[in-house]
């Protein structure tokens, strides 16, 4: 077992993503395509930017609603960025994220419900509380980043322990920056990510 595979935690997690096939090369992990209008100029991209808009503030007002009944304290902040919305709660207390985010992922999925029967479209909305999810990016990345050095000096592919999508894309892309290839393998909580020299 190398010393990446002991870096990552081995608590098998559920997420979103149920119905993945067994093995797929993947650069964007539960990512999908980003169309086109968005990235350019005219009316379709602006009205895709109001959709998102409006499920942040959706979200947010769920969110505020929940810290209310709660008794939480929390500064709510929304924006859209690669095409979907961002909502994260400002806040010193861990209390909504959990043991390795599972209160964060399950809050995560109560907001996209709320959203979905709102607008009636299924949401990728992100949720971040505490900066958690930006602290696992640095981590992740990090990790990514032993496991590339890793292959490069022994020329043999190194597989990482189970993640859920979002860190599988972490790691994705750190790989493609890279010029390696990475592919997520495995089923459901024991997805994986392989990461193979180009």
């Known amino acids: 077992m190398s010393d990446v595979e002991r870096t990552m935690s081995e608590s098998a997690r559920s997420d979103q993503v149920a119905d993945q096939p067994a093995e797929d090369v993947v650069v964007h992990d539960d990512v ?18 109001q959709q998102l808009e409006a499920e942040g503030d959706v979200a947010a007002d769920y969110l505020e609603e929940l810290l209310d009944i709660a008794d939480l304290d ?25 043991h390795d985010g599972e209160v964060l992922e399950a809050l995560q999925e109560l907001v996209r419900l709320a959203v979905m029967t709102e607008t009636g ?8 509380i505490a900066g958690y999810r930006d602290k696992q990016r640095k981590r992740l990345r990090l990790l990514a980043e032993d496991a590339i050095a890793e292959v490069k000096a ?6 990482l322990a189970p993640m ?15 010029g390696l290839v990475s592919e997520s393998e495995g089923v459901e909580p024991r997805r994986h990510v392989v990461i193979r020299p180009a």
């Open 121 to 128: 479209n299924r949401s990728r909305l992100m949720l971040d």
């Open 32 to 49: 999908d395509d980003e169309s086109e209008d968005e990235a350019g100029a005219g009316p379709a991209a602006g009205s895709r930017r």
């Open 74 to 98: 929390g500064d709510i902040d929304t924006y859209t960025e690669g095409g979907r919305a961002h909502v994260s709660i400002v806040t010193d207390s861990e209390e909504l994220v959990g």
């Open 154 to 159: 022994s020329g043999e592919a190194v597989a």
């Open 164 to 178: 859920n999508p979002f860190e599988r894309k972490i790691v994705h892309d750190t790989v493609a920056e890279a």
